[in-house]
């Protein structure tokens, strides 16, 4: 008889860490809450509605460990059967792949802060800037959105790309390229984000400035970028 998944993971475990790392139920907690982040993030989560559910769960009474371990495995079921994943293969997928990875996960440990939450050196954080784009996704700091193209279509073709940069006054759109591939200093097109909505998604400007929660841009999708990015590509290498 094939032993439970928790139990085939404590070889690893004890491989991997020893018995004080393995036990230590704050790095347990870090390293969950990690995996569940990564995982809404790979199903579309924004990095707001993160944020607003961190606020909503931490104003709430404490609850039971093992009714929480319950709920948490009722809710990833029910994700996995939402996305068509089986939860139980992917599962014995990853333990088995993780085995061949005990000596760099050892030197990732080893390599870790001390006395914080994160597995590595954070990069630096980009900021968001409360629009979503039509995806659903929160557009940050170092991102590239496309837009279509409602001016100058001979020149630019039916969309065009900016860069999200931040200045004195909020964020800005920095032309980066078009369909056409029509060339223009850095910075020639640059717009306040709020002042540059598309048509349909215009709002007014008071009401964004004073916007408690994210606002959605039918018109905008991001199409790549350097969320590292607070300078202009050219300084970037590119």
């Not at 709920?71 to 089986?86: E, K, N, Q, R, Y």
């Not at 991102?143 to 909020?170: C, F, L, M």
């Amino acid at each position: 008889m094939t032993e439970p998944f928790q139990a085939r993971v404590r070889p690893w475990l004890m491989a991997c860490f020893g018995e004080e790392i393995s036990a230590d139920h704050i790095e347990r907690n870090h390293r969950f809450l990690e995996e569940a982040l990564e995982l809404v993030q790979s199903r579309q989560c924004s990095r707001s509605e993160a944020h607003q559910l961190v606020d909503y769960v931490f104003d709430r009474p404490i609850g039971e460990p093992k009714q929480e371990v319950g709920g948490t495995m009722v809710t990833l079921a029910a994700l996995c059967l939402a996305a068509g994943i089986d939860m139980h293969e992917a599962g014995d997928v990853e333990l088995e792949r993780i085995w061949g990875k005990v000596e760099a996960i050892r030197a990732k440990q080893a390599a870790k802060p001390r006395h914080s939450p994160l597995p590595q050196e954070a990069a630096p954080i980009s900021a968001g800037t409360m629009f979503l784009d039509r995806t659903g996704r929160e557009i940050c700091m170092g991102d590239t959105i496309e837009v279509a193209s409602t001016i100058n279509q001979h020149t630019h073709g039916d969309w065009v790309q900016y860069d999200i940069r931040k200045g004195p006054g909020g964020f800005l759109l920095s032309y980066r390229c078009s369909q056409t591939g029509a060339v223009l200093p850095p910075g020639y097109t640059a717009g306040f984000m709020a002042e540059s909505l598309p048509e349909d998604d215009r709002r007014d400007l008071k009401a964004l400035v004073f916007a408690t929660v994210p606002v959605p841009v039918s018109g905008w999708e991001i199409v790549g970028g350097d969320r590292r990015g607070t300078t202009w590509p050219e300084e970037r290498g590119e």
